[in-house]
Each structure stands twice: as structure tokens, then as C-alpha cells.
């Protein structure tokens, strides 16, 4: 495949690989097959931008974010117990109940999202259908996004 050159349209391309790469679409030739590219470039942008460090350092920071939250939920619920009428201990408890039940659900339905973003793909490039794969990928790069940011 012919290298593209630094265009608008390639940078915001490069732009959405990279969100679909960081939300855990991290198939480098499954990445290159949704924005028609070879895998190698793929490879390239992965290390040429840093992308795989930043996705380590995002699953480092969830893994310490869960594990402080786990942390003080234990210690809410400890001192809750303790004593179960003080009112900012309630508070601090069921705040720390809600931040765990609205996360888990939010990374599933990403991982759900990204397969069904994966067949859809599959399917317009089986079928040669390239302005379907293009419209498909324009908005669920947009949704990847979203959700990147809703879940931090």
C-alpha cells in the first residue's frame, strides 16, 4: 500500500486508530484492515506515537484507581460498622458501592462494542462494501471515544 502523506485526513485517521487502539482494539492487523492500511504502518504508528506505553500506563493508573477505591470502600465499611448511624461514613460507602457497580458494567459493554465493531468491519470487507466500513468507522470511533472518556 502506497504511504500516505501527513494530511488532515491521514493525522485524524492516525486519530481514531489510536482511540480504537487505547479503548482495546489492540489488533494491529484488525486496525489496519478498518482504516486501509497495511499492518505494518499499523506497527509503525503504535510505536512512532507511543500508544502501547500509554495504554500500559492508562491500565496501570485503572488497576491503582481500583485498587485504592477497593481500599476505601473496605475501610468506609469497616469503620461503617463501627459505627452505623454517622452519616458521612453512609455516604462515603454507598458513593464507593455506586463508583464500582457503574464501572464494571461500562467496560463489558466496551468489549461487546469493539467485537461487534470487528464483524461489522468483517463483513464490509468481505462484501466489498468500502463506504459501509467507512461510515462505520467515522461513528464507532466516535462512540470509542465517548466511552474512552466516560470510563477515564
Known sequence: MPRATNTRANKERIKQAKAMYLAGNTDSANLAAIFNVSERTILRWIASYGWATEKSEEQQLEAEIDKAVKKALLEALRNYKDNPGEVALQSL???????????????????????????????????????????????????????????G
Do not use: G
Not at 99 to 114: R, S, V
Not at 131 to 149: C, D, F, G
Open 93 to 151: 460507602t454507598s458513593l464507593l458501592k455506586q463508583y464500582m457497580q457503574k464501572n464494571k458494567p461500562a467496560k463489558e459493554l466496551n468489549e461487546y462494542i469493539l467485537l461487534f465493531v470487528e464483524q461489522v468491519v468483517d463483513y464490509a470487507l468481505d462484501n466489498d462494501l468500502e463506504s459501509l466500513r467507512e461510515i462505520w468507522q467515522e461513528n464507532l470511533v466516535k462512540i470509542a471515544e465517548y466511552l474512552r472518556a466516560k470510563n
